[in-house]
């Protein structure tokens, strides 16, 4: 019995963390093993918000828009999770990119214990708190997919 692994096919997608005033931008090295935080875009108009979005998606070749999609603490889909869901989908077809969601209830807690950590404050780090959460939401996206692809395929010899 031999086993082979499935070659992993390289990725360029951007992770987002949507919110009202900003939109944290992450970035993913080509083999889909590390995220890490890129910009934040201050919203003003959809149309200049989706022309430095564009930019970077053009830099970097994004093939996908992962996006953090902030469920109630009960799992189900609030008023906020709902606007970022009518801003992604306007957002994927002005880019004509596809969009997958991930849960991202406690990323920005998340980003704001990692800043505090590192002895800096939350409240004057909001644009760099909307970074690490665009790059926590991209991680996790990651490494799901990473985990998928390597269930090894097994051929059997006779």
Do not use: H
Not at 4 to 26: C, H, T
Not at 100 to 124: G, W
């Amino acid at each position: 019995m031999t086993s082979q692994e499935q070659p992993k096919p390289f990725i360029s997608a951007l992770g987002l963390d949507v919110g009202r005033k900003r939109v944290g931008v992450a970035g993913c090295d080509r083999t889909g093993l590390i995220a890490t935080g890129i910009t934040t875009v201050e919203r003003t108009t959809f149309e200049r918000d989706v022309e430095q979005i564009r930019q970077i998606v053009n830099e970097r070749q994004v093939q996908v828009l992962v996006i953090g999609l902030p469920y109630s603490m009960d799992g189900s889909l609030g008023f906020q999770a709902r606007q970022v869901q009518k801003f992604a989908t306007r957002l994927a077809k002005a880019l004509k990119l596809p969009v997958e969601y991930v849960d991202e209830r406690l990323t920005s807690f998340q980003a704001e214990q990692l800043l505090i950590a590192e002895n800096r404050s939350p409240s004057r780090n909001k644009g760099l708190i909307d970074r690490k959460a665009a790059s926590l939401i991209l991680q996790q996206w990651l490494d799901t997919r990473r985990a998928n692809f390597q269930r090894p395929v097994v051929a059997i010899e006779y």
